[in-house]
T-cell receptor, first 113, second 116 residues
Framework: AQSVAQPEDQVNVAEGNPLTVKCTYS??????LFWYVQYPNRGLQFLLK??????LVKGSYGFEAEFNKSQTSFHLKKPSALVSDSALYFC???????????FGKGTKLSVKP | GAVVSQHPSWVICKSGTSVKIECRSL??????MFWYRQFPKQSLMLMAT?????????EQGVEKDKFLINHASLTLSTLTVTSAHPEDSSFYIC????????????FGQGTRLTVV
């Protein structure tokens, strides 16, 4: 069965510092991996995805994520956090070409000035 | 990126009435649309998957007679909450996909439903 784990309910970062939001996954086949961001009372916005190719994926708003097959991880990173990055972040996985998106529980990112 | 429009953004209704939520893909044809429910501080719970012209596939535990889904065209899906009760109050989100193989899903803005 597919599953996604986001081990941190909340991540607190000072503005200007690097941030990491963790995600690990479990799928039976090869994964498609996604990160989405949700602002209060809004839908999800797509940030980036890993389908194939380079393990380091760059996405919107300066975010990037690294696919690590051996550790089954897809952590979201940004070199320098902004207060406006404060939001709820969801990692999602799909077994390649099949099935529905499975979402993690979400991680609340709080960036303080 | 592709745009999915969900309407209304929020709605308040009385117990026993029905509410319809629309989800439109504005600049692409969506082969599949999804409806999610999100409780406060929780992840998205998939309610049902709909393909144009066919009956929706509901997840276990979701009452199909209560949550009516219609996917009449490749750009429109609707969710009707029938005989709404306060426990149906929630944030409902739709998403649409162009194809299942290698693209991301695009999400609507969500609808905050409050049943009083």
């Amino acid at each position: 069965a597919q599953s996604v784990a986001q081990p941190e309910d909340q991540v607190n970062v000072a503005e200007g510092n690097p941030l990491t939001v963790k995600c690990t996954y479990s799928v039976s086949g090869n994964p498609y991996l996604f990160w989405y961001v949700q602002y209060p009372n809004r839908g999800l916005q797509f940030l980036l995805k890993y389908i194939t190719g380079d393990n380091l994926v760059k996405g919107s708003y300066g975010f990037e994520a690294e696919f690590n097959k051996s550790q089954t991880s897809f952590h979201l990173k940004k070199p320098s956090a902004l207060v406006s990055d404060s939001a709820l972040y969801f990692c999602a996985v799909r077994d390649r070409g099949q099935g529905n998106l499975i979402f993690g529980k979400g991680t609340k990112l709080s960036v303080k000035p | 990126g592709a745009v999915v429009s969900q309407h209304p953004s929020w709605v308040i209704c009385k117990s026993g009435t029905s509410v319809k939520i629309e989800c439109r893909s504005l600049d692409f044809q969506a082969t599949t649309m999804f409806w999610y429910r999100q409780f406060p501080k929780q992840s998205l719970m998939l309610m049902a998957t709909s393909n144009e012209g066919s009956k929706a596939t509901y997840e276990q535990g979701v009452e199909k007679d209560k949550f009516l889904i219609n996917h009449a065209s490749l750009t429109l899906s609707t969710l009707t909450v029938t005989s709404a009760h306060p426990e149906d109050s929630s944030f409902y989100i739709c998403s649409a996909e162009m194809d299942r193989l290698n693209t991301e899903a695009f999400f609507g803005q969500g609808t905050r439903l409050t049943v009083v």
